[in-house]
């Protein structure tokens, strides 16, 4: 009851805080934007109490739960970074992406796969590996984002009020390969903890997401190297950065469903 409880009112803040993020768009008082991360915070914190009181404290990870566990990190890693840096914007996706999870994880039954008392080298695995997704999640948006800025600049057009009130492209570009930084060093760390402590990171269940997560290793480190030698950017680092987050999102939760929804396994 206390997860149906904390999940509809963090449901609630999101999208009220989503609202006050699009009427910030247009010219009016910068309480607005500070109101709309508040609720946010808020939000967060209500999704946490939610996926804390599901779980009755210990990690689920079965798909639903792990998904609702990972736009919680985005969501906390977007408002911390707005204390420091021009994301708030991506709440606008966020923040409703993340209401529209948190409501499939209460409406949607499945079983619970919990983890319980992990080691310290499968906890450094599990949390490494969350970050990354999260990171490189938000690396994805900031460069959907980036797409559109670069799309109108071309076109010579001013777009609409979402486009109009982001950071100069070159702040946006900047911003994109400090989280494609941040979550590259997270996903190695996540593979090699998983090849040093897990038993067999090629096994029957783990051999397709090992292999899309060495990809998607591969597909940043050619996209940070291009950055450094050929200074990449625009098109070529907004591809390379979508192609290496759908790799990623196949490892992390398409075998996922796969396994758990269509096989029955976890």
Same mark, same amino acid.
């Given at each position: ?5 904390? *999940? ?82 991506? *709440? ?65 057009h001013l777009g609409g009020p979402l486009v109009r009130s982001l950071p100069p492209l070159q702040t946006m570009e900047a911003l994109l390969f400090q989280l494609i930084g941040a979550g590259f060093a997270l996903l190695t760390v996540s593979l090699v903890t998983g090849f040093l402590f ?27 190297? *291009? ?6 950017? *625009? ?32």
């Amino acid at each position: 009851m206390n997860s149906t409880l904390f *999940g509809t009112a963090a449901i609630s803040a999101y999208l009220a805080s989503t609202l006050l993020l699009l009427r910030s768009l247009r010219p009016g008082p910068a309480t607005q934007r500070y109101a709309s991360l508040g609720l946010a915070g808020l939000a967060c914190l209500l999704h946490l109490a939610a996926n804390l009181s599901a779980g009755r404290g210990l990690l689920d990870f079965s798909f639903l739960s792990a998904l609702s566990t990972v736009v919680w990190l985005v969501v906390a890693i977007v408002l911390l970074a707005a204390l420091f840096k021009p994301v708030d914007k991506l *709440g606008i996706v966020v923040f409703p992406l993340s209401a529209f999870i948190l409501g499939l994880k209460l409406g949607v039954p499945e079983g619970a796969h919990l983890v319980r008392d992990p080691s310290w080298p499968m906890t450094a695995h599990i949390l490494s590996s969350l970050l990354a997704y999260s990171f490189l999640n938000i690396a994805a948006i900031q460069a959907v984002l980036l797409a559109a800025q670069d799309c109108c600049l071309r076109a010579r057009h001013l777009g609409g009020p979402l486009v109009r009130s982001l950071p100069p492209l070159q702040t946006m570009e900047a911003l994109l390969f400090q989280l494609i930084g941040a979550g590259f060093a997270l996903l190695t760390v996540s593979l090699v903890t998983g090849f040093l402590f897990l038993e067999n990171m090629f096994a029957q269940h783990l051999a397709h997401k090992t292999i899309l997560s060495i990809l998607a290793w591969v597909l940043f480190a050619v996209l940070l190297s *291009g950055r450094v030698r050929a200074g990449w950017r *625009g098109q070529t680092a907004i591809r390379w950065t979508l192609g290496g987050f759908v790799a990623l999102m196949l490892a992390y939760f398409g075998s996922k469903m796969v396994l758990e929804w269509i096989l029955g396994r976890t």
